[in-house]
């Protein structure tokens, strides 16, 4: 047996409000669209993980995503610009992230990095 993805299902009453943090902050593309569930996708491959955790590191909550992006700070700019609530400023972990957390328009708390830095 072999898994082949993994999928976050998070609850939304209104899944169309996830365009502006998942398609346009993130730059994610609607690869499906039924009303009552859409799906943001990336052409990039990337090994299947779950992560399981005690705390979120540096002391912080245990974030329900992560998102693992090439310019942390030119997102975590576009985040601030478009007014969504950052709850961890960015910061450069002892753990080798560059990361910051942030609220989508659900109330998930999302972690996105960049590893290496910016």
């Known amino acids: 047996?072999?898994?082949?993805?993994?999928?976050?299902?998070?609850?939304?009453?209104d899944p169309k409000a996830a365009q502006a943090f998942y398609?346009?902050?993130l730059g994610l593309d609607l690869a499906m669209d039924h009303g009552w569930i859409v799906t943001f996708a990336s052409d990039r491959q990337a090994s299947a993980q779950v992560s399981v955790a005690?705390?979120?590191?540096?002391?912080?909550?245990?974030?329900?995503?992560?998102?693992?992006?090439?310019?942390?700070?030119?997102?975590?700019?576009?985040?601030?610009?478009?007014?969504?609530?950052?709850?961890?400023?960015?910061t450069d972990e002892p753990w080798g992230v560059r990361r910051f957390y942030v609220r989508d328009p659900f109330g998930t708390i999302v972690n996105i990095l960049s590893h290496g830095g910016g």
């Open 23 to 25: 398609g346009d902050l």
């Open 1 to 13: 047996m072999t898994v082949r993805r993994i999928v976050a299902n998070l609850h939304a009453l």
């Open 54 to 90: 005690s705390e979120g590191g540096s002391g912080t909550p245990v974030p329900q995503l992560s998102i693992e992006v090439d310019n942390v700070d030119d997102v975590y700019e576009k985040a601030r610009t478009m007014g969504f609530a950052i709850i961890y400023d960015i």
